[in-house]
T-cell receptor, first 117, second 112 residues
Framework: GAVVSQHPSRVICKSGTSVKIECRSLDFQATTMFWYRQFPKQSLMLMATSNEGSKATYEQGVEKDKFLINHASLTLSTLTVTSAHPEDSSFYIC?????????????FGDGTRLSIL | KNEVEQSPQNLTAQEGEFITINCSYSVGISALHWLQQHPGGGIVSLFMLSSAKKKHGRLIATINIQEKHSSLHITASHPRDSAVYICAVRSRSGGSNYKLTFGKGTLLTVNP
């Protein structure tokens, strides 16, 4: 079945560091990938929609200069948390569906737990 | 009020019991997802529904579009079913884009 791989699974780093998270669709092409954030005991919240070959669409309240998204190929989207601060500590997870087809279920990565000291 | 409300927030059951988790939503949707999130955080898609009912093994998902309500049922529950179950609705977010809006999840614990 369709698989989405997310890397790394866990990051612990100092405040001010930039952190890159990769999301890969392993056996299908994904024109659209989604990035979510989940704080403890909260719902998953959509941060941005990553579109291959064009600019990402950010949800209200998400700083595009803080969370850089690059979707350079049909199988890879990256989220870079720039100059991370402790309040950016969260669980980040991506999802994708084959060719962005809305008739297909979303496939999720295993998530990245980010801890900023 | 959240666009997606789930109940109960927490549910503890004995092995073998029949489980029901409910989801109500307040927006127009094109589909509804039931997801399972394990303690490590990974998420598995269980069902994607746009009408009626789907069944997969011991899991059954129903939806009533008019009442904006869906239920996830687990028959003959087992400790390995212990996880957070999340309801998510898919709606248009502008242009040809769509997005998922998530409920807060229901933490299910099945005791042996």
């Amino acid at each position: 079945g369709a698989v989405v791989s997310q890397h790394p699974s866990r990051v612990i780093c100092k405040s001010g560091t930039s952190v890159k998270i990769e999301c890969r669709s392993l056996d299908f092409q994904a024109t659209t990938m989604f990035w979510y954030r989940q704080f403890p005991k909260q719902s998953l919240m959509l941060m941005a929609t990553s579109n291959e070959g064009s600019k990402a669409t950010y949800e209200q309240g998400v700083e595009k200069d803080k969370f850089l998204i690059n979707h350079a190929s049909l199988t890879l989207s990256t989220l870079t948390v720039t100059s991370a601060h402790p309040e950016d500590s969260s669980f980040y997870i991506c999802s994708a569906s084959p060719r962005g087809l809305i008739s297909q279920p979303q496939h999720f990565g295993d998530g990245t737990r980010l801890s900023i000291l | 009020k959240n666009e997606v409300e789930q109940s109960p927030q927490n549910l503890t059951a004995q092995e073998g019991e029949f489980i029901t988790i409910n989801c109500s939503y307040s927006v127009g949707i094109s589909a509804l997802h039931w997801l399972q999130q394990h303690p490590g955080g990974g998420i598995v898609s269980l069902f994607m529904l746009s009408s009626a009912k789907k069944k997969h093994g011991r899991l059954i998902a129903t939806i009533n579009i008019q009442e904006k309500h869906s239920s996830l049922h687990i028959t003959a529950s087992h400790p390995r079913d212990s996880a957070v179950y999340i309801c998510a609705v898919r709606s248009r977010s502008g242009g040809s884009n769509y997005k998922l809006t998530f409920g807060k999840g229901t933490l299910l614990t099945v005791n042996p």
